[in-house]
């Protein structure tokens, strides 16, 4: 009982006792999650395009943020440092397709796998001969300091009603964005998706409301006022079987709803594409959305800085930066003459190349491109935790990310990441806390990812049906 | 010239079916054996056991496993450095808690036993999910099993540095000393853990399991079992339909790659480190195993054998290689130079040879057959 009382129950009443330092523990999960997105996003574009699960992705980082702080260190800015790696970038991706890719056409995706964990260690190898293995310091002229908002310089009402509004118009801008990848993707066995609410979904709505009432009956019997963590976990104690309970309940019932409006959202959708209604999506969309989730960024910003939660300013620098770079991705990718090319490598090899687009070209375009991201990661990993062989290591964690939000899809990538980025340090900090456990954050985002896979294989927003059995 | 097998007729169905029918194979499969039991016993020096062939059966072992997975049934598998850990630390906790008079032979089965079904529990994303989102999904083995080992003081039975050290242990244990009930095993009983063991009698224990152990990997992967493995791989489907339960299949392929690991580990711990932590079994491991299993040849039992000879002696070579070529450079760029070089050989082998050593081999042997007339 004391087990899941620690599971189940006290991380959420240490959440509610300091709302604060919970908006703290979010956001710096948040800023994490973007970094582990930008990782997450070098994969996600060069599985697209070549097939190819390139584990080299995080020895790209390391190797982009060794080439700059190297070439910093000879006395050259940081602007032209930036654009003189990112050339050296540019240039390894023509070296890898000259030396690596053009010889594995056709090969199993294993092999090629392989051979990008010996590229990991070439890399590896390489940037460290070149610009020694001694870790360094990255300089990008941001401070890392808290952002501090005065009392009493925004009016808080206005400041959530922003928030409230904007966030609102974001999810209705991702969910066209959504509905409109998924008319994209749709086949005939989506047609097939399954009823509204389907009988044990019934049963197990009942179940979880029964429980939940019997959890509400015995609190109501010695309600409890919680003002601070630690009289309650002992009062609790007294309590634990109906506060468990009234909790269990609720986590059923909140469960049932989301299998209900998924499964809801699914048919509808499915019979939207069906009966093909959805209009095209164009880039006013973009727009709109851009403007929305930077509106419901800066607002949220805001209120966190009311709420006294302070934000760190280099990592607030990263988000915008992430989001940035997505932003000009998507738009490389849906306006420009080589992103339709490269969509239509994604979606079939053989169909692109008939109609004249060249394969290897757009190989060298997509690493090229992954290698530019791998900038943008390192610059922002190198100069938070400077530059050393660990930044590698961060690929691995950009994996989970990649089963939660789909191998084959950029905002799944970026959500899946804010996701992994917050649960990781919620578990770590809550329920490290309650179970008397540390270093969660070392295995949490991979069993995250493990379970998600038993529900969703295919991912948040995987479009193809992936391999499954 | 030599090696022909013109005139060899079959006479009945077990030769035909022998694992090497023609008998210039036998011969040299025999002679090979024999030299592998007696030369290094006469000749090698303590450095050669300790660095070169301990390891290298070690990692034998583990690929034979991680081939059984990968190049059998055709589930990816990332997580073979967990299940070695599972080897090594349930080995230890069962020869120094429960059965301190057992030899290290029930020992290492026990605990191969142990990681079988750890890797049966790990093995069930497998029956959802396929290729690379599977290899992800091990990962999860790989990081949580290694956090338990690390966090949980149980493990190493509550050791304040979290190692686990190997105590002196013979093969056969108590029961095969004067007055066990296994007392003419007496003459094969020597201490083979602990540092003071002789690496002789450690490497021919190794060397023992290893080739019954592959022994048995090579029967069960032409019997039954195997087959439907095979089905399973090729298409999973097409499988089903003609009567293949993928839920036995693949959890029993999870079980025996993990057994294999799991015995590995536990000889790793055993004969090769004396004392680890969970450190001697991280990711790195797990990848090295793979790239054995790859480069050595997918589903292939003498590809096991090769790629982790390739693995284990090429970064060897590369240490010796350097300063005897005269090159003489600090420490740390030659361990940069180092890696770049694996990591360009591994490259090199890859587009080569994809299909790995195993098929090089065989190439090798069709080319011999016609020698010295191609026509």
């Not at chain 1, 609720?250 to 069906?274: D, H, T």
């Not at chain 1, 090899?349 to 060298?364: E, P």
């Not at chain 2, 003081?153 to 190997?166: A, K, L, Q």
Request: net charge positive; charged share 10%.
């Amino acid at each position: 009982m004391d087990f899941l009382l620690a599971l189940l129950v006290e991380p959420f009443l240490a959440m509610g006792a300091r709302p604060d330092f919970f908006g703290q523990v979010f956001i710096g999960g948040l800023l994490t999650g973007v970094m582990y997105a930008l990782v997450a996003l070098g994969f996600v574009l060069i599985y697209k395009a070549s097939g190819v699960f390139n584990f080299a992705q995080g020895v790209m980082v390391l190797f982009a943020a060794l080439t700059l702080v190297g070439l910093m260190e000879k006395g050259i800015p940081l602007w032209a440092a930036i654009i003189l790696t990112a050339f050296v970038m540019l240039l390894l991706a023509v070296v890898i397709e000259w030396a690596i890719l053009r010889h594995m056409v056709n090969q199993d995706q294993i092999i090629l796998f392989m051979a990008t964990i010996g590229l990991t260690f070439f890399l590896e190898g390489f940037g460290d001969t070149l610009w020694g293995s001694n870790v360094k310091k990255l300089e990008i002229g941001i401070p890392d300091a808290r952002l501090v908002i005065p009392p009493g310089t925004l009016d808080a009402r206005l400041v959530i009603a922003v928030f409230a509004v904007s966030a609102l118009a974001s999810l209705f801008f991702l969910h066209r964005w959504r509905a409109h990848a998924v008319r994209r993707a749709f086949d005939f066995s989506r047609a097939l998706a399954p009823p509204a609410v389907t009988p044990r979904q019934i049963f197990f709505a009942v179940l979880g409301a029964a429980i939940l009432a019997v959890g509400l009956a015995g609190m109501q019997a010695g309600w409890l006022v919680i003002e601070d963590s630690r009289p309650a976990r002992a009062a609790l104690r007294s309590h634990n079987f109906f506060i468990s309970a009234a909790v269990v309940g609720a986590i059923v019932l909140v469960g049932v709803a989301l299998l209900v409006s998924a499964n809801a959202a699914g048919r509808r959708r499915a019979r939207a594409a069906a009966e093909d209604d959805v209009p095209p999506l164009h880039y006013g969309w973009f727009v709109g959305l851009g403007v929305a989730v930077a509106a419901f960024l800066v607002s949220g910003v805001a209120w966190a800085a009311m709420l006294r939660v302070t934000i760190n300013i280099f990592e607030l620098f990263a988000a915008v930066l992430a989001a940035v770079l997505v932003i000009v991705l998507a738009l490389f990718f849906q306006k420009t003459r080589v992103g339709r090319a490269l969509r239509a490598v994604a979606d079939d090899h053989a169909a692109a190349l008939s109609v004249g687009i060249s394969l290897r070209g757009i190989w060298v375009i997509v690493w090229a491109v992954a290698g530019l991201v791998a900038l943008a990661a390192g610059i922002i990993w190198g100069g938070k935790s400077g530059v050393q062989f660990s930044l590698s290591l961060i690929a691995l964690k950009a994996l989970p990310v990649l089963i939660l939000g789909g191998f084959t899809s950029v905002p799944g990538a970026i959500i899946g990441g804010l996701i992994i980025g917050v649960g990781e340090k919620l578990a770590e900090v809550y329920w490290g806390l309650a179970l008397g456990i540390d270093a969660i954050e070392n295995w949490f985002a991979y069993m995250l990812a493990l379970v998600f896979l038993l529900f969703r294989p295919q991912g948040l927003f995987g479009e193809k049906i992936i391999e499954r059995v | 010239m030599f090696y022909r097998e013109a005139g060899q007729f079959k006479t009945s169905y077990a030769a035909d079916q022998a694992i090497f029918p023609i008998p210039q194979d036998r011969v040299v499969v025999f002679v090979f054996l024999i030299a592998a039991f007696v030369v290094p016993p006469a000749f090698a020096s303590t450095y050669w056991f300790n660095a070169i062939l301990l390891p290298l059966l070690i990692y034998t072992m583990a690929a034979l496993g991680l081939n059984i997975l990968v190049g059998y049934c055709g589930q990816i598998s990332l997580g073979t450095g967990a299940f070695m850990a599972v080897g090594a630390y349930s080995s230890y906790k069962l020869t120094t808690v429960y059965f301190p008079d057992l030899g290290l032979v029930f020992i290492f089965l026990m605990s191969g036993a142990v990681a079988a079904a750890v890797g049966v529990l790990f093995g069930l994303p497998s029956l959802r999910i396929k290729g690379f989102y599977l290899a992800v999904a091990t990962l999860a083995a790989q990081f949580f099993l290694q956090w338990l080992f690390n966090k949980v003081p149980w493990f190493s039975n509550h050791n304040s540095t979290g190692t686990i050290e190997s105590p002196p242990r013979t093969i056969f244990g108590k029961i095969a000393e004067p007055g066990g009930t296994l007392e003419f095993l007496s003459f094969l009983n020597p201490m083979v853990s602990s540092p003071n063991a002789s690496p002789a009698n450690k490497y021919i224990f190794a060397l023992a399991l290893v080739v019954l152990m592959a022994l048995a990997a090579k029967n069960l992967v032409r019997g039954r079992m195997g087959r439907k493995w095979m089905a399973i791989r090729d298409m999973d489907i097409a499988a089903q339909l003609i009567g293949i339960r993928p839920l036995h299949t693949k959890l029993s392929a999870f079980a025996t790659s993990s057994f294999y690991c799991g015995v590995a580990g536990a000889m790793m711990l055993f004969l090769y480190l004396n004392s680890a932590e969970t450190l001697a079994f991280s990711i790195t491991e797990s990848f090295n195993v793979l790239f054995m299993v790859i480069i050595g040849g997918l589903g292939s039992i003498l590809g096991s054998f090769l790629g982790a000879g390739f693995i284990v002696l090429v970064p060897i070579l590369l240490v010796n290689a350097l300063p005897a070529l005269g090159i003489d450079i600090d420490v740390a760029t030659r361990r940069h130079i180092e890696l770049m070089l694996f990591g360009g050989l591994m490259i090199f082998f890859l587009i080569v040879e994809p299909h790995g050593f195993a098929r090089l081999w065989q190439l090798a042997k069709e080319k011999l057959r016609l020698w010295p007339f191609p026509h």
